[in-house]
């Protein structure tokens, strides 16, 4: 059985860096996509970024291009999401997602996600 659970979330003031994890467990997610997803308050949840578990192409929404870096670690079965420059915009919880074979930048498309992290930017 798939598992996936978040960590890293906190609070941090806008312009500061968060580094998020997603440790995945229950099989070999070779072939797979490891998503980044969020929902803010009120709001649909979003895609964030994308990476393919065995080949490492990424994927990235527009608000985060340049500000947010996904990556893996093949060994610990984790990925990571660093983000850096954030802003009060990017309060939300971030969920860490996976879906065999494509990106998908749509959450009814997926088929496991972790229960999330909650990450607030705020002075």
């Known amino acids: 059985q798939v598992q996936l659970v978040e960590s890293g979330g906190g609070l941090v003031n806008p312009g500061g860096s968060l580094r998020l994890s997603c440790a995945a467990s229950?099989?070999?997610?070779?072939?797979?996509?490891i998503h980044w997803f969020r929902q803010a308050p009120g709001k649909e949840r979003e895609f964030v970024a994308a990476?393919?578990?065995?080949?490492?192409?990424?994927d990235y929404s527009d608000s985060a291009k340049g500000r947010f870096t996904i990556s893996t670690n093949n060994a610990k079965d984790t990925v990571y999401l660093q983000m850096d420059s954030l802003e009060p915009e990017d309060t939300a919880v971030y969920y860490c997602?996976?879906?065999?074979?494509?990106?998908?930048?749509?959450?009814?498309?997926?088929?496991?996600w972790g229960k999330g992290t909650l990450v607030t930017v705020s002075s």
């Open positions: 990476i393919v578990w065995s080949g490492g192409i990424t």
């Open positions: 229950g099989r070999t997610f070779f072939g797979y996509v």
């Open positions: 997602a996976a879906q065999p074979g494509v990106v998908s930048t749509r959450p009814e498309k997926i088929d496991y």
